[in-house]
T-cell receptor, first 114, second 116 residues
């Protein structure tokens, strides 16, 4: 079955530090890959996505590249801000016309200090 | 658009009580789903639906029932609450366009349930 493994947290950084959150996956075929963000007390929001190998998703200064050879989709940001403090989830959706279910990693809590 | 709405935001139950968590969306999405979020476990799929009258089980369906009588609503029923069902519950919905990369899932704000 499908699975997503992401870096255990919590991660604590100072403002303007570089961020990497690792994510690897197991799936058959060519899944779509996503990063969701959950701010305190809120639901999940889509941060970025990539639907095929070598695609780079980007949003709000965050980037992730779909690497099929290493089955990875690591999240990066060059300079984090206090407002980036949140829980980040890596997720995949299988390829195939009728499969819309998401499989999530366990989440990584990021705290950015001023 | 209100997006995906969930009620209530918070609920406390006693063991054995029943209740229904409400979920509604106004985006005409075909696909709707329920997840539970537990510390260190990420989100796990409980039930999902691909249209009115069609539902199916996810990863952790035991103790929960769902129905989908309209496109807009997808209630989740706890028949006899247990402490193991203490969790945060999220409803999500999306379009179902085959082969499209635009089937983003939109999440509601969640219901925090405590079972004593």
């Amino acid at each position: 079955g499908n699975s997503v493994t992401q870096m255990e947290g919590p991660v604590t950084l100072s403002e303007e530090a570089f961020l990497t959150i690792n994510c690897t996956y197991t799936a058959t075929g060519y899944p779509s890959l996503f990063w969701y963000v959950q701010y305190p007390g809120e639901g999940l929001q889509l941060l970025l996505k990539a639907t095929k190998a070598d695609d780079k998703g980007s949003n709000k200064g965050f980037e992730a590249t779909y690497r099929k050879e290493t089955t990875s989709f690591h999240l990066e940001k060059g300079s984090v801000q206090v407002s980036d403090s949140a829980v980040y989830f890596c997720a995949l959706r299988s390829s195939g016309g009728s499969n819309y279910k998401l499989t999530f990693g366990k989440g990584t809590l990021l705290t950015v200090n001023p | 658009n209100a997006g995906v709405t969930q009620t209530p935001k918070f609920q406390v139950l006693k063991t054995g009580q029943s209740m229904t968590l409400q979920c509604a969306q106004d985006m005409n999405h075909e696909y709707m789903s329920w997840y539970r979020q537990d510390p260190g476990m990420g989100l796990r799929l409980i039930h999902y639906s691909v249209g009115a009258g069609i539902t199916d089980q996810g990863e952790v369906p035991n103790g929960y029932n769902v129905s989908r009588s309209t496109t807009e609503d997808f209630p989740l029923r706890l028949l006899s609450a247990a402490p193991s069902q203490t969790s945060v519950y999220f409803c999500a919905s999306s379009y179902m366009i085959q082969g499209s990369s635009y089937n983003e899932q939109f999440f509601g704000p969640g219901t925090r349930l405590t079972v004593l």
